[in-house]
């Protein structure tokens, strides 16, 4: 069946240090890939998405590239900051079916 | 614009109870899914309701059931409550186009359920 997988967490940074949080699916035909975040007490934010392959979702300096040959689709960012301390989820989604499929989610902390 | 906004935000039940969480969908949005989000997991699909009817359902028992209004709100009921039903309770609402849903999902901020 279709399925996501993301690395464990907590990821432990320091600030202005190079985030990858991995990713990857299994999944039949060619679903749309998502990067949702959580902050603490909250919803899910959708951060970037990606709807074919090779595409390349980015928002707020994250980037994710969306690789069928390897099935990923990797979260990086340059530079991390205290505020980007969340649980991102990577997920995955037909536009027949309707419903996101999701990882396990991964816990970032940034120290300052 | 108001964004998804679901009521309440916190609930405390007793095991066999019944209890009934409620969603108000991003204006313009026409579909609402459900989703159960266990401590320390990823959000789990339940049930999404387009045009008033259950659409599409995941592996969830018939004790959870929902209703969607003509307005497009949408509400979810467990029935026989469980401990194992403790759990953050997300509602995401989305488009629909062409008979595909769209495939971007908006959530709310989710009711938190608690199960003694």
């Known amino acids: 069946g279709n399925s996501v997988t993301q690395m464990e967490g907590p990821v432990t940074l320091s600030e202005e240090a190079f985030l990858t949080i991995n990713c990857t699916y299994t999944a039949t035909g060619y679903p749309s890939l998502f990067w949702y975040v959580q902050y603490p007490g909250e919803g899910l934010q959708l951060l970037l998405k990606a709807t074919k392959a090779d595409d390349k979702g980015s928002n707020k300096g994250f980037e994710a590239t969306y690789r069928k040959e390897t099935t990923s689709f990797h979260l990086e960012k340059g530079s991390v900051q205290v505020s980007d301390s969340a649980v991102y989820f990577c997920a995955l989604f037909y536009n027949q079916g309707g419903k996101l499929i999701f990882g396990q989610g991964t816990e970032l902390s940034v120290k300052p | 614009d108001a964004g998804v906004t679901q009521s309440p935000t916190h609930l405390i039940k007793t095991r066999g109870q019944q209890v009934t969480l409620r969603c108000s969908p991003k204006?313009?949005?026409?579909?609402v899914s459900w989703y159960q989000q266990a401590l320390g997991q990823g959000p789990q699909f339940i049930f999404q309701y387009y045009e008033e009817e259950e659409r599409q359902r995941g592996n969830f028992p018939d004790r959870f059931s929902g209703h969607q209004f003509p307005n497009y709100s949408s509400e979810l009921n467990v029935n026989a409550l469980l401990l194992g039903d403790s759990a953050l309770y997300l509602c995401?609402?989305?488009?629909?186009?062409?008979?595909?849903?769209?495939?971007?999902?908006?959530f709310g901020a989710g009711t938190r359920l608690s199960v003694l």
């Open positions: 204006s313009g949005h026409d579909t």
């Open positions: 995401a609402s989305s488009e629909e186009t062409g008979g595909l849903a769209k495939n971007i999902q908006y």
